[in-house]
């Protein structure tokens, strides 16, 4: 490769527009569009065909239903809040660790990590009803369900990410004789950091699930809750209410979630 | 056939300065779950201090595993490697290692990728870094310091793999198919690029390749390597001037060294 060459791949790289992640009002335009288009179907079809409103609210019973009960809502929105990451960061803090151990202690892997792999497929949330046996209805159980949906995939992403090193580069990391501690930190982490972040996107949209599930078994607060309070009383338009808020904070959870992965881990964000 | 005793290098032995790389009757064999293979078999080699050794042989030569043997990667299943006339019993801070995909790790700029070995190693970082603006200055890749690998092309990663292994100023070099990934003209600019740090930098180079006209063009001596076993066919000595120029693939010099280890490795 000549200089001139040289020179040439540099601009082709200045010139090049890396695309943005992020959504334009351009590209809402279509998908707002239709959900306001079949928002009013769903306005014509109560009114036309006269459906009970304690059997399907009409949208605009819906909006009613969030301004008059805008503070029960807020209130029981920041109780499930608190429930999912209480539960999820609980996970974290366990999860990761775990998987260090069990990568590096041989013994681990061939006792506990067969068993956690094995667990991961019973239903957690089937637990839910057991924990609220020994633990009661407070909002401990449904952390603990939010804890249990979490941990498997971030236990199971980190493990495979901390194993997902090119044997290449543990070449180049062992012609260096280059100790345990430096093949943590400068390799095997950062090589798992994208892994880690595949186990928490899909951990945190399990945890809205858990804590909603925990709060069905038996609570007194919670969106969960209040679906099921709102429902048995016939108050369906409170019950939609919590229903997009649900729905909503998993998205801004989710996407909250993928912002601070584009933070951490620029490098594999897009691949 | 015992091509050892008649060598033509064996009658340099004495100009060369130094015995760097001593390896004595090397076995390495490998089980596998269809029977045991050979892949080194009986392998005896001098390297010279500062020489430029080509490994060139057709795949399953071993010509990667005996440069896994140099650089204490692998244990031989027999026989012995002297560096600097000690044995080689682990990985030595004195050797860079090239390998043929250029490995850099994607969250470090392509500075903190050269500087890795210095982190490791715990060298004064100032000066490594000033040492690693050298190195990527010689390549041509003092632009790119604060790029990451992943918006390079191959060839500018690879540049900034061979700064990687030399940021240490090892005395050896270890090469495995350090350019078989590239296309063929950065594959000839990146030769006479090693060529003109090896000419500032003395160094021992150990470069691994299946390409004849590459091994040729760069080294003191070609090593060609014959397949089952793996195993030293001959050593060809390459007695074309330094330093060395891409025309010279014309001379007819080199169409007959060409020839030569095209013949033994038994490849038309």
Redesign the interface.
Known sequence: MTEQTISQIDTDIEDEVIPEGGWSIKDSIAPLGTFAVLLLIWEGCTSYFAIPTWLLPAPSEIAKAFIEWRGELWHHTLVTLWETLAGFALSIALAIPLAVLVVYSPFLRKSVYPLLLGLQSVPKVAIAPLLALWIGFGVLPKILVVFLVCFFPIVVATATGLTSVQPAVMDLIRSLSANQLQTFAKIRFPAAMPHIFVGLKIAITFAVIGAVIGEFVGAESGLGYLILASSSQAHTPVAFAALVVLTIMSIVLYYAMESIEKLAVPWAVGE | MDVSDKLPHETKLSKRPADKVVIEKLHKTYLTSSGRTVALQDVSLTIGKDEFIALVGPSGCGKSTLL?AI???IKPSKGKILIDGAPLS??S?Q?G?V???A?L???RTVLDNVL??A???RLDLVKAAARARDLLNMV?LS??EA??P??L?G??QQRAAICRALIHNPSMLLMDEPFAALDA??RE??GLQLLRIWAAEKKTIVFVTHNISEAILLADRVVAMSPRPGRISEIVSVDLPRPRTLDMEFLPEFKSYSDRVRAVIGHG
């Open positions: 896994r650089s204490a990667l682990s990985p801070n050797v290692i390998f043929q995909q490995v790790l994607p969250w890795l070995p982190e490791i190693l041509g632009e790119f790029r990451y992943g918006e092309s060839g500018m003209l950065t600019e990146l």
